[in-house]
């Protein structure tokens, strides 16, 4: 974004010393634009492969009819995005959880009190592993969703997760894939080196993941509810 005919004024005053006065004489000029970003975004969509996310699409239903647990993780942008996901699949696939049990998907980046005394007591690249540690089963799944490919905790996670209790483990990776992309029984990668474009066709895809589930929960399981 580029600012025309922005005055600023260093205040006098001790208590704003590092926060300028800004008058503004006229509207901003937008470097690039909504259009710009819309069409970059559809770009970046049409190149990633529907048969990658097939395969999440199906290990989930595949965790689900088995009564296994889901569990996904990532960092900050990701971090929010893997609650949005672990709630619309517990929450949003199926409509009445009471007649059937919901998806056990659950998000481990939630519990900010394992958190912060893991990564005070011990390190943060274990905050995700030692959650899996505690709660992980055999045939549960690892969803690890990382704009860079290279988180250390990711890394540990799928690392822990690969060598015990037959998990598999599953990522959405931007830029080039990273360490992650070679780690993953399945990935699904989003060619594009912009960290906040990558996050957002995140959430692009996984809504398209809840609203498929819904759907085919809703033709097979929920057919048979009604018979």
């Given amino acids: 974004m580029k600012n025309k005919n922005i005055h600023v004024n260093w205040s006098d005053n001790t208590l704003s010393n590092s926060m300028p006065e800004i008058k503004v004489n006229s509207e901003i000029e937008l470097v690039s634009g909504w259009r710009s970003h819309a069409t970059s975004i ?3 969509l ?12 199906k290990a989930i239903w595949n965790i689900y009819i088995n009564e296994k647990q889901f569990f996904i993780c990532g960092n900050g942008g990701s971090a929010c995005n893997s609650n949005h996901f672990a709630q619309d699949l517990t929450k949003g696939t199926i409509g009445n959880g009471l007649s059937r049990p919901r998806i056990k998907a659950i998000s481990l980046c939630n519990d900010i009190g394992f958190i912060t005394a893991t990564s005070n007591d011990d390190s943060y690249d274990n905050i ?12 549960d799944g690892l969803l690890v969703l990382s ?3 290279n988180s250390k905790n990711l890394i540990e996670a799928v690392g822990w997760a690969n060598g015990h209790l037959g998990m598999k483990t599953y990522g959405i990776l931007g830029y080039d894939g ?10 699904i990668h ?3 080196n912009h960290m906040e474009k990558c996050e957002g066709i995140m959430s692009i895809i996984l809504h398209y993941i809840m609203c498929e589930l819904k759907e085919l929960y809703n033709v097979t399981l929920g057919e048979y509810e009604s018979s």
């Fill in 178 to 187: 990273g360490i992650l992309k070679d780690k993953l029984s399945n990935y």
């Fill in 46 to 57: 049409h190149l990633v492969s529907e048969k990658q996310i097939d395969e999440l699409l």
């Fill in 128 to 139: 995700f592993k030692h959650q899996l540690v505690a709660y992980a089963n055999r045939g």
């Fill in 147 to 149: 704009g860079s490919g």
């Fill in 42 to 44: 559809g770009k970046s």
């Fill in 190 to 192: 989003i060619n594009l």
